[in-house]
C-alpha cells in the first residue's frame, strides 16, 4: 500500500488532501493541530501536535513514502505580517524536511504560494511597497532554504498555490468571502478589478497536487491553476450573475494598490503539458458548490 505524511492535515487544502490520498489508496499519516479527529477511515493515522511539539515526530515507518508540508500558521489576517510567526512557519518547514530525511522518506511537497513573488526580487510584479511583505518573503525564504536542504537526500517539489476555492473554506479568501456577502446581500468594497487572477476548484487542486507529488520532477516548481487566467472583474461579474444578479457591486471603493501579478513567472501550463493535467470543474459549476 502507497503512504503519505501531510502536515496541516485540519486546514482548508489540508484535509481534502488527506481525503483523496485515502480515496487513491493511501494509507496516509497526518499531523494535525486540532484535537479533533475529523477524518475516520481505517487507513488514517493523525497525531495533533503544536508547533513546539513538532520535533517529537517521527516518520520512520513511513520510509520510501512522500510528505506534503501544508502546516503554516498566518495565512492570512495581522499575522501575515507577524515577523515571529513568519520565522517560526520557516523553522518548522526546515525541521519537518529534515525529519523526512532522517527517516528516508521518497519525495517532500512544499505548500507555496504565488505571493513569494511579491516583493522586490521580482520587478515585473506590481504591488503596495508601503506595506511589509513578511509572509511573503518568509513562504520565499522556506520555499528556498528547503530546496537547497533536499539536495542530494530526498526528491522535493514546490506546489505553487494561486487562488483555490471551494466549500470548506471558513478564511476570509477573496471567493468565499464575495459569495457569503451576495448571498446576505451585504456589502463589500472591491478594487476596480483589472488585476488578472486565475481560479481553480479545491477538487482540481488536490487532483493536480497528488500529480506533482507522484510524477513531478526532482527540483520543479509546478502552478497549481486552472491556466484561465483574465482581469478579477470578470470573475466578479460571473459570480454576480449566478449568486446574486442584483447586487451592488462596488469597484474601486477599496483604498488600495492591489497586486498586479506577472503570470508569465509562473509557468502556469507546465502541468498540463507534462502530464496532460485538465481540470475537471469549471469556474461557475465550482461557485454553485460553495
Known amino acids: 500500500m502507497k503512504k503519505a ?12 488532501l488527506v481525503k483523496q490520498l485515502l480515496h487513491d ?18 487507513n488514517y493515522h493523525c497525531v495533533s501536535k503544536s508547533f513546539e511539539e513538532y520535533d517529537s515526530l517521527d516518520f520512520t515507518s513511513y520510509e520510501g513514502s512522500d510528505l506534503y508540508h501544508f502546516a503554516w500558521d498566518g495565512v492570512s ?16 518547514a526546515e525541521l519537518i524536511l529534515k525529519k523526512a530525511i532522517e527517516a528516508k522518506l521518497r519525495k517532500f511537497i512544499f505548500a507555496g504560494s504565488i505571493f513569494e513573488y511579491e516583493n522586490e526580487e521580482f520587478p515585473t510584479v ?38 483555490i476555492y471551494g466549500p470548506g473554506e471558513n478564511s476570509k479568501r477573496f471567493i468565499n468571502t464575495l459569495v457569503r456577502c451576495m448571498k446576505q446581500n451585504e456589502p463589500m468594497a472591491l478594487t476596480e478589478g483589472k488585476q488578472d487572477y486565475d481560479f481553480i476548484y479545491i477538487d482540481d487542486a488536490i487532483k493536480a497536487i497528488i500529480l506533482v507529488g507522484e510524477k513531478g520532477r526532482d527540483g520543479e516548481e509546478y502552478y497549481i491553476g486552472s491556466n484561465e487566467v483574465k482581469p478579477l472583474k470578470e470573475y466578479i461579474l460571473e459570480i454576480r450573475d449566478v449568486i446574486n444578479k442584483d447586487y451592488n457591486l462596488e469597484f474601486g471603493k477599496v483604498d488600495m494598490v492591489p497586486t498586479y501579478f506577472d503570470y508569465s513567472l509562473f509557468h502556469t501550463n507546465k502541468l498540463f503539458e507534462e502530464f496532460d493535467f485538465q481540470c475537471d470543474t469549471p469556474f461557475i459549476e465550482g461557485i454553485k458548490k460553495i
Open 5 to 16: 505524511i501531510v502536515t496541516g492535515a485540519d486546514g482548508f487544502i489540508g484535509s481534502h
Open 25 to 42: 489508496g493511501y494509507d496516509v499519516f497526518g499531523v494535525q493541530y486540532s484535537k479533533e479527529d475529523s477524518i475516520q477511515h481505517p
Open 77 to 92: 489576517g495581522p499575522k501575515q505580517n507577524d515577523q515571529s510567526i513568519q520565522n517560526r512557519n520557516i523553522e518548522m
Open 126 to 163: 506590481k504591488y503596495d511597497t508601503s506595506i511589509d511583505k513578511v509572509y511573503s518573503r518568509a513562504k520565499l525564504k522556506a520555499h528556498r532554504n528547503c530546496m537547497e536542504l533536499s539536495k542530494g537526500h530526498i526528491l522535493f517539489n514546490s506546489v505553487l498555490i494561486s487562488n
